[in-house]
């Protein structure tokens, strides 16, 4: 029977929507799938095909790996024989740890906090007991651990769970004090259960409490040592149960440890104190220390410290014992830090943490517990980090750690994610960071170095750069699925320490870590790295791989515009485009920020937040700082917060904006070429007029709600106050939507409508009245949603501006006319078709809102994407020039054309020319994103310049020339539309084809949510359109089509953590700060989720359990019985019993058919498999024996027959015959 798939069913309903093609039998466009581009024009329709080579098949949503320390950890267990580490969370998740590359991550489905841990040692199980009190299998001889059973308790609540070495039966203690024993291969509960009565004595009155310790007895395993609450310790005999001793303490108990001999064992308490107890005299304690207390005169006993949590009694074959606890320090010394101790003999090292500790095992060479330890490592569990103390050396040094498990180091406040970057960055990175590594660590192997991993089929770079709150950044290699920091840099080394008491007067505006990084540039191809931080700064960071000492050049810009003073402008109001001349930095720019502080009372005017460093200053190799920008304040108003970034290598320029305009700056030449508020980029073509107003609101509204307090506001308040006027506003009844343009609809994808600006058949339909606020405002007839270049006589002829010209287009600024009302954002665009004369008309009618009854009448404008390209940046343009693409909050896209020097030499003396063209787009919702694609269909990368060391001598020597790759579209003759720009915003995404700036693809990818992440990505050598919705779903559009090819419901949205690090990269991959410890890395690729299991490392590897040590005659004869225990015979059903089934439910695990294709793949599928091709070859190897020993018949009958024929002709004649 034919596989029915129904993916393709859904690219088949979407290829061949009627609304991709014309309605009125003129030529026809394709299928929406086949990306027929229509473009009207007078000499005639140039049509051009697109084929694209993606559909639904190439997608699919997999988590690939987790990588951070473990968050909220809770849990710890260690496989001695294995080698691999579990860790166990608040959150409900393990991570299990072994070799680098090994490193899984599981989840309970329940979410509960996991209690402890317990591996089936050589087994390749675990088994893991959860706060809601229920106990779990895992499978671990899968690379992907299922579970296999589980146990759900009803009536107790779990405290501690024990399993002995090569046992299949678990200890579980209870709340309730009872103690009850479960097999680990069928989990089920045994009808042998030690009641909490039974253990003590009769005549004790009270509870003993929970159980809070359990563990057989190394000497003998027929005995069970349970340790309660208040401080009873009962040896109880499995065989007679029966208690055989008890123990008495008046302190509270928190752990129990066993001498390896079994004669003995050590106790933690409450009150700080250890004590030694015998099995010979269980009256009192055989020792009694408190080692941090101190000792009283006239043999008092010693002041009590703080409780011992746990304690570990570990021997040695050739020196003195290993006593390892946390906590016990004295109460007098409440500063000291969270301490591990180690006692060594009479020598005492306390190792001082700098978190709380969670949780401590000690490595030892052997795992059977009635050996010499051997103790060899402490791995200590902290609530932030995982480190590992050498116990063979006197100074205790700590391993390094080979998990990225210090990505939290500082909080991780913006990500970047580059696959395929190139190969040479990955070790140039590396060999710069190796160096700043630091010292001290142990010489030895790091000791978790269980299971196996190869590189598997994925080879190309991936790097993962994160931004973090103390103003560091981190380069991280995340290639094949791994994790390594290459390189560190830190951002705060450009400006000055902050005083005591000057962060108030020149830091006010940030309440804590003013070097916070916001936002990252990265050009790999360049090394040109820029960066942005909360304090309103941007630096511009150059590679070298030589150290040099040098002044950092620092510039200020002034970027804080009001309405009133636009509309009102007085005679020395500077125009809107001011003069070069006036653009040239000053001296104090040039040489520093400012150090001047605002006393009380005065005005803060042309202050920068952070004071750059004005001295000459090391830098190492590395990125070193080229340039810093700051933005000042302005009238006692803080500048705002940073919403966009951009660099360009081969321009030489970097741009930056905000909710109050626009800043672009020549980084080559230190000088500011563009410093404009937003409204004045429209010059008279404002879609949205504002209103005035009043300037004491204004500022009480900054003072009040300044978007740069906190880190969790990413974007300022603009945005949030758009999205509540959009959702208040009557919803736009648009005229219906003909059935023939009916599109294949997810449940969060709009209708995607293809409207080409020379298709005659469109309908033309009246727009009906907007309903506001029992208000009702007619719009007018025929409102156009589609691009339009509005003409002045700056810009109509479609030449870019000379130098002349810049003069008369100064002149125009005081002279405009005066602004209209605001209108809401929700009513920026009404989508509908576009005819042929419209479009040539360039009309601007638009669907407009004359109510304000209903909209923030202090809303600004952002910037929220800036994008450097070749391209056109007028609608008459017939070859591509160097242009900036402005997104703003508003769904407005501005192109503003640059006007670089020509000839290279002139590039840092020539001004550079920076004019807004006049062209104007727009989207629904706040623009996220740009992109362009050539007319065959590729993906065109922005011009970047080839990196070369500037400050390398023997280069520096010769003629020094920049090469540039400006990856523009190659020339043809042909009249027509040669780039495709890609446009999306929070709400649609719009395909525009240039120069003719025709709208070719709408999408409405959302209505009730709105995006927080979109990027156009490379997959399978295809470009599409990738995007992170608010509401969970990441969805997928090919392009230029922009058909849907995924949507998934993969994640809603939790926090702002997850907004503000989400992004997607080339190849098919995404990550996320899932937590704030961990970053999630997942794919969007059928093939890389196909090719998953061979990149993921196996936990489980086949190694022979190592053997007992022999106990010799007399020790055997008087260290202990020899005898063997069979707990199947007292534990098993037979002899024990059924449990109470109110008592505990077994609940099959998902992972019983995995499991068992897991265990192929263990040792007992290997052995299996290898049984099976054993019989195959040995009856092979038996036919072959047969057909061999009839071939040797058959020659020897052959032979025989030969030889009497020869005899028989032997005396005869020749002609005899």
Not at 245 to 262: F, M
Not at 780 to 804: E, M, Y
Not at 1106 to 1127: C, H, I, M, V
Request: with cysteine; glycine share 8%.
């Amino acid at each position: 029977m034919k596989k029915f798939n129904f993916r393709k069913v859904l690219d088949g309903l979407t290829a061949s929507s009627p609304g991709s093609g014309s309605s009125s039998g003129t030529n026809s466009g394709g299928g929406a799938g086949s990306g027929s581009v229509h473009t009207g024009g007078t000499a005639g329709i140039l049509r051009e095909e697109i084929q694209e080579t993606l559909t639904s098949e190439y997608f699919q949503i997999c988590k690939t790996v987790r990588h951070g320390f473990p968050y909220q950890p809770t849990a710890l267990a260690f496989d001695p024989v294995q080698k691999i580490l579990a860790i166990g969370t608040r959150t409900g998740a393990i991570r299990i740890l072994g070799r680098p590359g090994v490193d899984c991550y599981c989840q309970h489905e329940s979410g509960a906090a996991v209690l402890q841990l317990q591996f089936l040692i050589n087994e390749g199980a675990l088994v893991s007991a959860s706060s809601d009190d229920t106990l779990h299998l895992w499978n671990l001889r899968q690379k992907r651990p299922a579970i296999l059973h589980s146990l759900k308790f009803n009536r107790e609540r779990i405290t501690y769970c024990h399993l002995p070495f090569q046992s299949k039966w678990l200890y579980v203690g209870t709340e309730r004090g009872n103690t009850h024993i479960v097999n680990v291969e069928s989990f089920i509960l045994s009808g042998y259960v030690i009641m909490w009565n039974k253990a003590i004595e009769l005549s004790t009155k009270t509870h003993p409490g929970p159980v809070v310790h359990l563990s057989d007895s190394p000497r003998d395993e027929g005995k069970l040592l349970i340790g309660y609450e208040n401080g009873t310790v009962v040896f109880w005999d499995l065989k007679s149960k029966r208690a055989e001793l008890r123990v008495y303490y008046d302190e509270a108990i928190h752990s129990i440890d066993w001498h390896h001999e079994g004669k003995q064992f050590m106790c933690s308490h409450s009150d700080g104190s250890l004590t030694l107890w015998n099995l010979k005299s269980p009256s009192r304690p055989f020792q009694t220390t408190i080692p941090h207390g101190k000792s009283q005169r006239e043999g008092r006993k010693s002041e009590s410290c703080k409780p011992i949590l746990k304690v570990e009694y570990k021997t040695c074959r050739n020196s003195e014992p290993f006593i390892i606890f946390s906590g016990g320090l004295s109460y007098d010394k409440a500063c000291r830090r969270p301490s591990l101790t180690i006692m060594h003999g009479k020598a005492i090292t306390v190792l001082e943490m700098d978190h709380p500790i969670v949780e401590f095992l000690t490595l030892c060479e052997t795992p059977y517990p009635n050996e010499f330890q051997e103790p060899y490592a402490v791995v200590v569990l902290l609530e932030k980090d995982l480190i590992v103390v050498d116990l063979t050396q006197s100074n205790f040094p700590i391993f390094e750690n080979p998990y990225p498990m210090d990505i939290h180091e500082s909080p991780v406040t913006c990500t970047a994610y580059f696959a395929d970057c190139p190969p040479d960055l990955i070790l140039v990175l590396y060999s710069i960071g190796v160096k700043h590594k630091k010292q001290g660590y142990s010489n030895k192997e790091w000791p978790i170095s269980g299971g196996a991993w190869n590189l598997g089929t994925q080879t190309y770079p991936e790097i993962i750069i994160t931004g973090h709150a103390d103003g560091s950044i981190k380069f991280w290699d995340a290639s094949a699925i791994t994790l390594q920091m290459l390189y560190k840099l830190k951002t705060s080394k450009v400006f000055e320490k902050q005083k005591v008491g000057e962060g108030k007067q020149t830091c006010e505006i940030v309440e804590e870590d003013p070097y916070a990084v916001q936002m990252i540039y990265w050009c790999p191809e360049s090394r040109i790295f820029c960066v942005s931080g909360v304090s309103a700064y941007v630096i511009v960071y150059k590679f070298s791989r030589h150290e040099i000492t040098a002044e950092i050049v620092s510039l200020e810009v002034r970027l804080q515009y009001d309405v009133e003073d636009i509309i009102t402008p007085e005679p020395e109001t500077s125009p809107p485009f001011p003069d070069l001349s006036s653009q040239l930095p000053s001296s104090r720019s040039l040489s520093g920020s400012t150090t001047t502080v605002a006393s009380e009372g005065v005005t803060k005017d042309s202050i920068p937040c952070l004071n750059v460093k004005t001295r000459p200053v090391r830098m190492p190799p590395g990125y070193q700082a080229e340039l810093v920008i700051q933005l000042v304040w302005v009238d006692g108003e803080p500048p705002q917060q940073i919403t966009s970034l951009a660099v360009s290598s081969a321009y030489g320029i970097v741009a930056f904006g905000n909710c109050n305009g626009l800043a672009v700056v020549d980084f080559i030449q230190k000088t500011v070429l563009l410093s404009m508020g937003t409204i004045d980029l429209y010059r008279s073509s404002d879609l949205y007029q504002r209103q005035p107003r009043s300037p004491r609101k204004n500022k009480q509204f900054i003072a009040d709600n300044f978007c740069m307090r906190g880190l969790s506001n990413f974007y300022p308040d603009l945005t949030k106050r758009i999205r509540t006027s959009y959702q208040s506003l009557t919803e736009l009844n648009d005229s219906p939507v003909p059935q023939e343009l009916e599109r294949c609809k997810s449940p969060t994808s709009g209708l995607a409508t293809r409207t080409p600006e020379a298709a005659p058949g469109f309908y033309r339909n009246e727009i009906p009245a907007v309903r506001q606020r029992n208000q009702v405002h007619h719009l007018p007839d025929h409102v156009n949603g589609h691009c339009t270049s509005p003409t002045s006589q700056s810009c109509s002829s479609g030449k870019r501006l000379s130098s002349a010209d810049v003069s008369k287009v100064n002149r125009w600024g005081p002279g405009r006319p005066p602004f209209r009302k605001a209108q809401s954002a929700a009513c920026m665009e009404i989508s509908l078709p576009v005819t042929t004369e419209e479009s040539r008309e360039n009309s601007y009618n638009r669907s407009r809102s004359s109510s304000i009854s209903s909209i923030d009448k202090d809303s600004k404008e952002a910037i929220t994407a800036l994008y450097f390209m070749e391209s056109f940046a007028r609608k008459n343009d017939s070859t591509v020039s160097p242009c900036l693409f402005v997104g703003t909050s508003l769904g407005m896209v501005l192109i503003i054309s640059l006007n670089l020097p020509s000839a290279d030499e002139q590039r840092f003396t020539e001004p550079v020319m920076v004019l807004p063209s006049g062209t104007f787009l727009s989207l629904k919702g706040a623009v996220l994103t740009f992109s362009c694609m050539d007319r065959t269909g590729g993906l065109m990368q922005p011009p970047y310049e080839v990196w070369r060391d500037p400050n390398n001598i023997d280069e520096n020597e010769k003629s020094w020339r920049r090469k540039l790759v400006m990856n523009c579209p190659s020339p043809s003759q042909e009249i027509g539309d040669h780039q495709y720009t890609i446009i999306c915003s929070e709400k649609q995404a719009k395909v525009f084809s240039l120069p003719s700036q025709t709208c070719l693809y709408v999408h409405n990818i959302t209505e009730t949510s709105f995006i927080l992440q979109a990027d156009v990505v490379v997959m399978c050598n295809s470009a599409c359109l990738a995007c992170f919705c608010a509401n969970g779903h990441i969805m997928i559009m090919s392009l230029p089509s922009l058909r849907p090819m995924l949507d998934v419901n993969y994640l809603p949205l939790t926090d702002m953590r997850i907004a503000r690090t989400f992004c997607f990269t080339n190849e098919g991959q995404a990550l996320y700060l899932v937590s704030p410890t961990e970053i999630q890395r997942l794919t969007y690729s059928q093939e890389m989720c196909d090719n998953l299991q061979d990149m993921l490392g196996d936990l489980f590897t086949p190694i022979e359990t190592p053997e007992a040590q022999n106990r010799g005659f007399l020790k055997g004869l008087f260290g202990g019985s020899g005898q063997t225990f069979d707990r199947e015979e007292l534990f098993g059903e037979a002899s024990a019993g059924k449990a109470s089934r109110s008592l505990a439910q077994h609940i099959p695990g998902p992972g019983g058919i995995e499991g068992m294709k897991g265990a192929a793949g263990g040792v007992m599928g290997e052995l299996t498999r290898a049984r099976i091709a054993l019989d195959e070859r040995g009856q092979r190897l038996g036919e072959l024996e047969e057909k061999t020993a009839g071939m040797m018949t058959s020659a020897e009958a052959f032979s025989k027959h030969a030889h009497e024929l020869m005899l028989k002709y032997k005396d005869k004649k020749w002609y005899q015959f």
